[in-house]
């Protein structure tokens, strides 16, 4: 990625975390913006999201997100557009991160629960 693409993907990625955090109904699950890749032309904006909850508010919170994408964009164009003549299209994703990250954990933490009984042996 150039340095201005840089630039805007941190841009949206702050502006959307705001948008995520102000702006949107609060109950159920807890939303973040991971990551935002923009393309070269500036057009389109992947948005990826962790998503803190059970698998039914994850998956209905990306139902919610893809359905308002319109009105997400709307806000964002309100909010920088005096930085862009022409806002990206949104594109959301799920990261599964948090979820990766949880289960390393527990299985580090199993390790070493067995790891002072193997020592004993």
């Known amino acids: 990625m150039s340095i201005r693409?840089?630039?805007?993907?941190?841009?949206?990625?702050?502006?959307?975390?705001?948008?995520?955090?102000?702006?949107?109904p609060r109950?159920?699950?807890?939303?973040?913006?991971?990551d935002?890749?923009?393309?070269?032309?500036l057009g389109i904006a992947r948005?990826?999201?962790?998503?803190i909850g059970t698998s039914k508010e994850q998956v209905e919170a990306m139902a919610y997100l893809r359905e308002e994408t319109k009105s997400i964009r709307k806000i964002l164009s309100a909010r920088i557009r005096h930085h862009f003549r022409r806002i990206p299209e949104l594109e959301f994703h799920e990261d599964h991160l948090y979820e990766r990250a949880t289960r390393i954990e527990e299985l580090l933490?199993?390790?070493?629960?067995?790891?002072?009984?193997?020592?004993e042996e």
């Not at 935002?36 to 032309?41: G, L, P, Q």
């Not at 199993?110 to 020592?119: D, F, H, L």
Request: no cysteine.
């Open 36 to 41: 935002v890749k923009v393309t070269a032309d």
């Open 47 to 51: 948005i990826y999201v962790s998503i």
């Open 109 to 119: 933490s199993s390790v070493r629960k067995s790891a002072p009984e193997n020592r």
């Open 5 to 24: 693409t840089e630039k805007v993907a941190s841009l949206l990625q702050q502006e959307l975390g705001a948008i995520m955090q102000k702006e949107l």
């Open 27 to 34: 109950n159920g699950p807890i939303i973040t913006v991971v």
